[in-house]
């Protein structure tokens, strides 16, 4: 799928290849649903709610973002809290609660810490040093809206998932571009990006639609064996969940 003459990108921290003001603050929501063409009278749902915002934190400008993860029942809610300097989209605090449980990072340039100041935090005493500082592969949507993408290239991103086995280049290639259609029977121009990984010993891919215009993050449709799953950004009309959960 790619060409011979593909740009190759690499995209470290120290480059500052990322264009952060493309990522704009606000609320991002995902219907996420899962399809198993040997239950082909089910679906599995959750929806995502993403939301960004630029604060202070230590006299510098920190995007801080926020995940809700909502499905069908309790044990599948999950709650992100993620902050990373604006200057370079480095990563500085994450933290996840899932199941119940919590796991806290510290994150600088030389290492991945447990943050003792967390009471609940599972990973107190986790420590992950390494040379290359890497990106925080939980906010992948957020990155991949910040790359300088065009036709041809190819980017390798240095991700980690905080708390699991080690940093990762990881490959996206632009396969080409698609205009996908909207409301109003509008088509709007994206570029698609696509990787592979393995999934149990066998072949993975995702495709990613990105528009060209606003850098918007639109849909995505992975492949793995035995199904399906694919992600799509909900119009700016779709209702806030968070203040009728939370009563703020």
């Known amino acids: 799928?790619?060409?011979?003459?593909?740009q190759v990108d690499t995209i470290r921290l120290k480059d500052k290849r990322l264009n952060t003001s493309a990522l704009k603050p606000g609320m991002r929501q995902y219907l996420?649903?899962?399809?198993?063409?040997?239950?082909?009278?089910?679906?599995?749902?959750?929806?995502?709610?993403?939301?960004?915002q630029v604060q202070k934190s230590n006299g510098e400008s920190v995007f801080v973002t926020t995940q809700n993860?909502?499905?069908?029942?309790?044990?599948?809610?999950?709650?992100?809290?993620?902050?990373?300097?604006?200057?370079?989209?480095?990563?500085?605090?994450?933290?996840?609660?899932?199941?119940g449980k919590?796991?806290?990072?510290?994150?600088?340039?030389?290492?991945?810490?447990?943050?003792?100041?967390?009471?609940?935090?599972?990973?107190?005493?986790?420590?992950?040093?390494?040379t290359d500082p890497c990106f925080n592969w939980?906010?992948?949507?957020?990155?991949?809206?910040?790359?300088?993408?065009?036709?041809?290239?190819?980017?390798?991103?240095?991700?980690?998932d905080a708390g699991l086995g080690n940093p990762n280049y990881v490959k996206y290639t632009?396969?080409?571009?698609?205009?996908?259609?909207?409301?109003?029977?509008?088509?709007?121009?994206?570029?698609?990006?696509?990787?592979?990984?393995?999934?149990?010993?066998?072949?993975a891919t995702q495709t990613f639609w990105i528009s060209k215009k606003g850098h918007e993050f639109l849909k995505e449709e992975d492949v793995f064996p035995g199904g399906y799953r694919y992600k799509i950004k909900m119009p700016a009309m779709a209702v806030d969940l968070l203040p009728r959960f939370t009563g703020k």
């Open 174 to 203: 632009v396969i080409g571009s698609e205009e996908i259609r909207t409301y109003d029977n509008q088509k709007i121009d994206c570029w698609k990006l696509y990787t592979e990984s393995d999934f149990k010993g066998q072949r």
């Open 32 to 52: 996420v649903y899962f399809q198993m063409p040997q239950s082909p009278k089910t679906l599995r749902y959750w929806f995502w709610l993403r939301n960004t």
């Open 69 to 99: 993860w909502y499905g069908s029942d309790t044990a599948s809610y999950r709650s992100v809290y993620s902050v990373n300097r604006v200057s370079d989209f480095s990563p500085v605090y994450h933290s996840e609660t899932v199941g």
């Open 1 to 6: 799928m790619e060409s011979a003459v593909a």
């Open 138 to 160: 939980n906010l992948d949507i957020e990155t991949f809206e910040m790359l300088p993408l065009a036709a041809g290239k190819i980017f390798v991103i240095n991700f980690y």
């Open 102 to 130: 919590n796991k806290s990072f510290n994150w600088s340039a030389d290492k991945v810490t447990g943050a003792d100041t967390v009471a609940a935090n599972t990973q107190k005493n986790f420590v992950m040093s390494y």
